[in-house]
């Protein structure tokens, strides 16, 4: 039996015997750490903070995002009933918005004007551009080189919100080297505020993030039971993608004692097994325990004791490493963890956008192709709930070369020609 008290954070780390979390870092970056620690702390309680923070969900980010049954897909599929919590509704297009709304009142409140951040796909990127914007905040945003050339619709927008926006062109030039790059910007600049993507990262920031985003779940939950009519229903399954674990935390925490909600989490198996040819650190069996970037979790190593390098479809889900509670979480038997491969992932994006109309960012179409694994198998009376973490306006590159569109692929060339 799970209990409260088993997924408490103490002094930074997840498990009992400190398993997963920490802070290590350089001495340099301690005081604005424990200086966060402690802002956080006194804030995260705050009517005054709450109140603003009910505002911005409500009127900036457009809270609560809709929990929609998906009929057309349950239908077509047999099995499970299927309802998609679509994030991708909210203002900037993902999820990213709830925690960097966040980030930014405490930003404010600690006195700061300057942001350093990383992004992969470019929706944190985004979305840390438009809050700077809404906060009157300097935005640095460091963003892998393969990367930016994959997802430039969204750096493009960054600049346009007027952030600077750093290539990175070291390493597998990804997540992975944009977030090294971030750090070390921050251990250059401390008294900048680092507003880090997802539940990675030295303590508190795994906690800030989950504290954001655990709304979502709160909202699945009370949704749910009017959209069935049924005070204390509870879905079977929870299904989300996990790179970092942002996401999926925000999906999953709410239930996190509710023993008969299976909470699964998927990964990206990109076009292999061997390393080097995916970003599956549970699922592939792997991972190994590592200090990285600040925090103790699981990685993907070369013998060398370095980062291997990881690929996927998703640019979002293209990290190394997975969130530190999402490690503890695996480690207890409390979440499950698939993988699902690239050609999987594109033919997920197709179903959903054909049954759905909703054309969801290519990490959300992983938890959409292990639901089309899974439903089939379920009864009718089951339910699967999918967090939708995004929307696809950025991934239209990667879309059009994954089903191989003709017609993409010749307006890009006139496109090219004419300009």
Not at 12 to 38: A, C, I, S, T
Not at 236 to 252: E, L, T, V
Not at 308 to 331: F, Q, T, W
Request: charged fraction near 20%; glycine fraction near 10%.
């Amino acid at each position: 039996m799970f209990t409260a008290d088993q997924f408490v954070c103490r002094n930074g780390f997840y498990g009992p015997n400190q398993d997963f979390g920490g802070r290590y870092v350089p001495e340099v970056l301690f005081r604005g750490l424990e200086e966060l620690e402690e802002a956080f702390e006194k804030y995260k309680n705050d009517p005054d903070f709450l109140a603003e923070l009910a505002y911005y969900r409500r009127n900036l980010i457009g809270r609560p995002s809709p929990l929609i049954f998906a009929k057309n897909l349950t239908k077509k599929l047999g099995g499970a009933k299927i309802y998609l919590k679509n994030e991708g509704n909210n203002f900037t297009g993902s999820h990213k918005i709830n925690h960097c709304v966040y980030h930014a009142m405490l930003a404010k409140r600690l006195g700061k004007t300057k942001i350093i951040a990383e992004t992969g796909a470019g929706q944190h990127g985004l979305a840390v551009a438009t809050v700077c914007v809404i906060f009157g905040l300097q935005a640095k945003i460091f963003m892998g080189q393969k990367n930016l050339e994959k997802q430039y619709p969204n750096v493009f927008w960054m600049k346009q919100l007027g952030a600077e926006v750093i290539p990175v062109t070291n390493g597998s030039q990804k997540l992975t080297d944009a977030a090294d790059a971030a750090l070390g910007e921050w251990i250059n600049d401390p008294e900048a505020y680092f507003m880090l993507g997802s539940v990675v990262g030295p303590h508190p920031f795994p906690e800030i993030v989950r504290e954001a985003q655990k709304i979502v779940g709160q909202e699945i939950k009370v949704q749910l039971r009017e959209l069935e009519q049924k005070p204390d229903i509870l879905p079977n399954k929870i299904i989300a993608c996990i790179g970092g674990g942002s996401n999926a935390i925000g999906a999953f925490n709410e239930f996190l004692t509710d023993e008969t909600v299976e909470l699964i989490g998927v990964e990206a198996g990109g076009v292999g097994e061997n390393p080097g040819q995916h970003a599956s650190r549970i699922a592939s069996k792997q991972a190994k325990t590592a200090i990285f970037e600040g925090f103790k979790s699981l990685f993907l190593l070369k013998d060398n004791g370095q980062l291997e390098d990881v690929d996927g479809i998703a640019a979002g889900l293209d990290y190394n490493g997975i969130g530190p509670i999402h490690a503890y979480l695996h480690s207890i038997g409390r979440l499950q963890v698939t993988k699902v491969f690239d050609s999987e992932v594109v033919e997920a994006f197709r179903i959903l956008a054909q049954t759905e109309g909703i054309l969801t960012a290519l990490e959300s179409a992983h938890a959409v192709a292990e639901t089309i694994k899974q439903a089939p198998q379920m009864s009718s009376e089951k339910i699967i709930v999918v967090n939708l973490s995004g929307r696809a306006d950025n991934y239209i590159f990667n879309i059009a070369k994954g089903i191989a569109d003709k017609d993409f692929e010749m307006f890009c060339n006139n496109w090219k020609i004419n300009t």
